[in-house]
């Protein structure tokens, strides 16, 4: 299976930490992307996983469990500009040049 | 700057009508991803180019084409067009063809923001 499933929106207090799930069919996806889009922009790489575990970069982590399907993304002490999209991508499994496969993104409104 | 370029940035037309976009991927990279994003929609895959030859399709349409030239340079043409054609069309690129290994990020370019009125 080819879905990927996140959260349509999400609202967060300034200075406050908040988790973005992404969930997908174990058996279709081998490593999972991360990218941010604000409104009207292209989107912006900000992690990939392709083992289990978490990556820390800053204020912003990506976390994957494969046996689960589930990967989240985590953004600590939030700013105003963090508000946009974030789009979880899947690399599917099988062998071959299919590219990613994107989520819908989640919106997230960051307020004072 | 992800370093891909697209052209036009917008670009207004009417029903019916043909138009071209144009896409420079990344120095060094030979993969070219066409998106289409509607509003409320995610990043829809059109079609996949590596080094001049089509690598992946996904939901283009059949008045949708795409090409990659030999500078590695893509254009995607949209022809008798609909309003609900009416969309951000990004490009992106990469320095592999995708595949079972390597990370293959994708850069995007700016988009290009199709009106059809």
């Known amino acids: 299976g080819q879905n990927i499933d996140q959260p349509t929106e999400m609202t967060a207090t300034e200075g406050a930490i908040v988790q973005i799930n992404c969930t997908y069919q174990?058996?279709?996806?081998?490593?999972l992307f991360w990218y941010q889009q604000h409104a009207g922009e292209a989107p912006t790489f900000l992690s990939y996983?392709?083992?289990?575990g978490l990556e820390e970069k800053g204020r912003f982590s990506s976390f994957l469990s494969r046996s689960k399907g589930y990967s989240y993304l985590l953004l600590k002490e939030l700013q105003m500009k963090d508000s946009a999209s974030y789009l979880c991508?899947?690399?599917?499994?099988?062998?071959?040049?299919?590219?990613?496969?994107f989520g819908k993104g989640t919106r997230l409104s960051v307020i004072a | 700057d992800s370093g891909v370029t697209q052209t036009p940035k917008h670009l207004i037309t009417a029903t019916g009508q043909r138009v071209t976009l144009r896409c420079s991927p990344r120095?060094?990279?030979?993969?070219v991803y066409w998106y289409q994003q509607s509003l409320d929609q995610g990043l829809q895959f059109l079609i996949q180019?590596?080094?001049?030859?089509?690598?992946a399709k996904g939901n283009i349409l059949e008045r949708f084409s795409a090409q990659q030239f030999p500078d590695l340079h893509s254009e995607l043409n949209l022809s008798s067009l609909e309003l609900g054609d009416s969309a951000l069309y990004f490009c992106?690129?990469?320095?592999?063809?995708?595949?079972?290994?390597?990370?293959?990020?994708?850069?995007f370019g700016p988009g290009t923001r199709l009106t059809v009125l």
């Open positions: 992106a690129s990469s320095v592999t063809g995708g595949g079972a290994s390597g990370m293959n990020e994708q850069f």
């Open positions: 991508a899947g690399r599917p499994l099988w062998a071959g040049n299919t590219p990613l496969v």
């Open positions: 180019y590596y080094n001049g030859e089509e690598r």
């Open positions: 996983n392709v083992l289990d």
């Open positions: 174990t058996s279709g996806f081998n490593g």
């Open positions: 120095s060094g990279d030979l993969s």
